[in-house]
């Protein structure tokens, strides 16, 4: 990136991080455990909640897996379900789900699923407390007006740290865009954890899941908008997924790795909302737009081709993750950083994670893939190196065997 363009993104990065000093970012109250959900009624009436929306995955609800919520619901409080919940929530799916809330006169939502379910709900609720807002017009930072109703996270996965996180992300179905709405008010009010939702899910999910919460504790700690807490944070939760990844993997019923799995992802969560993500992020979002693949396994992927593209920007951060993994290890900053990434890559391999996608992404669609995480990327996230267009481009051609070989 040219030097006039890394001083408009530094500059608009620094504002930035001045003005959020003075922006109070909320964390969810927290109940853990299985009699958690006996919870939630006492948490409405006390704000004055009488009839919430579950907002809850196709899947999930047949299957019945919210069986014990429904439970604690009996008798007690008036509730109505919204069960259409998919991957990757789109506007269109967002307003249906509005439609449903007004239609049943509901006044709070409960939110229970993956960080897609989260999304929704969360997206949900800044259309019933901004009516007259288009959706498409909340995009980007601090653009909801008005609180919104209150709203219970329930995570299934351990990965978005959605639950904790003033950010949801939705598709613009008519043209592809998938991108990010931040702004505080979109934090729950109450995260709620049980770990042995988490005990049904295929390894597959696993990984992707915990993969991502590994990309948002990276990103973030990497990021020049990190803070002592959010490190703190984002380090943590890095050794909790170096420990306990992998065993819960191979293990889908260690009910004590999924739970310190969900406290590795929340974490991570609380670290990004203040410090940001990076191109990681930009560039998934891209590719999972425009081809409908799963968020985190498009973030394993990438996570290693954009940590080299920094360069020694990362080495220093790389170093203490490093560390972090194996504290034993001793060697300069560039030999641990280099051995982090040695160790990644064999890492992803352990958890299916292929080095590249299949002929996925078309030669036609990498200008507009590359200038899409460009946009989003620059100048908001406080990267350790600013990237133009052209070089993510390069990362995508680096993404896909169908350009092996071949460079910009």
């Known amino acids: 990136m040219n030097p006039l363009s ?5 500059c608009f990065q620094g504002l930035l991080r001045f003005v ?6 909320p964390e969810p109250a927290v109940e853990n455990g299985k009699g958690a959900f006996a919870q939630i009624v006492p948490f409405l009436e006390k704000r004055k909640a009488s009839h919430p929306l579950l907002v809850v995955g196709e899947h999930a609800y047949a299957s019945g897996r919210t069986k014990p919520l429904q439970e604690a619901f009996e008798g007690k409080v008036s509730y109505s379900v919204y069960a259409k919940g998919k991957e990757d929530p789109t506007i269109k799916e967002v ?4 439609q449903a809330y007004q239609k049943e006169g509901c006044d709070s939502l409960v939110a229970f699923g993956g960080g897609s379910i989260l999304d929704l709900a969360k997206a949900l609720g800044a259309r019933v407390s901004n009516p007259k807002v288009p959706l498409r017009k909340m995009k980007g930072v601090l653009k909801i007006r008005h609180p919104l109703p209150p709203l219970i996270a329930i995570p299934t996965t351990a990965g978005t740290g959605s639950e904790a996180t003033l950010a949801a992300v939705v598709t613009d179905e008519q043209n592809g865009d998938k991108y990010a709405i931040n702004d505080p008010k979109l934090v729950p009010a109450l995260a709620l954890f049980d770990s042995s939702l988490l005990l049904s899910l295929p390894p597959k999910q696993i990984a992707y899941s915990g993969l991502d919460a590994l990309t948002h504790a990276v990103e973030s700690f990497l990021g020049n908008s990190s803070t002592k807490k ?8 890095a050794r909790l997924i170096f420990e306990n990844l992998l065993p819960f993997y191979e293990n889908p019923k260690d009910e004590e790795a999924a739970t310190r799995m969900l406290e590795a992802s929340y974490l991570a969560g609380l670290s990004f909302t203040r410090a940001y993500v990076g191109y990681v992020h930009a560039l998934a979002h891209a590719i999972g737009g425009y081809y409908h693949l799963p968020h985190g396994f498009l973030c394993a992927l990438i996570l290693p081709k954009v940590l080299k593209a920094y360069g020694k920007k990362a080495e220093r951060k790389l170093s203490r993750l490093e560390a972090i993994r ?3 290890k001793r060697g300069s900053d560039s030999e641990l950083a280099q051995d982090f990434l040695t160790w990644l890559k064999s890492f992803e391999r352990q958890l299916g994670i292929p080095e590249k996608l ?14 899409h995480a460009a946009k989003e990327a620059n100048p908001l996230y406080p990267v350790p190196k600013e990237l133009s267009a052209k070089e993510l481009k390069q990362i995508l ?3 896909d065997v169908a350009f092996e070989g071949q460079a910009e």
Not at 6 to 10: A, D, K
Not at 230 to 237: F, G, Q, R, V, Y
């Open 6 to 10: 890394v001083f408009y993104c530094r």
């Open 20 to 25: 959020m000093h003075f922006v109070k970012i």
């Open 95 to 98: 307003e249906d789900a509005y």
């Open 230 to 237: 959010t490190e703190k944070d984002a380090l943590t939760s």
């Open 326 to 328: 194996c504290p034993e």
């Open 358 to 371: 299949d002929h996925v992404i078309r030669r036609e669609d990498l200008d507009a893939l590359s200038r």
């Open 397 to 399: 051609i680096d993404c």
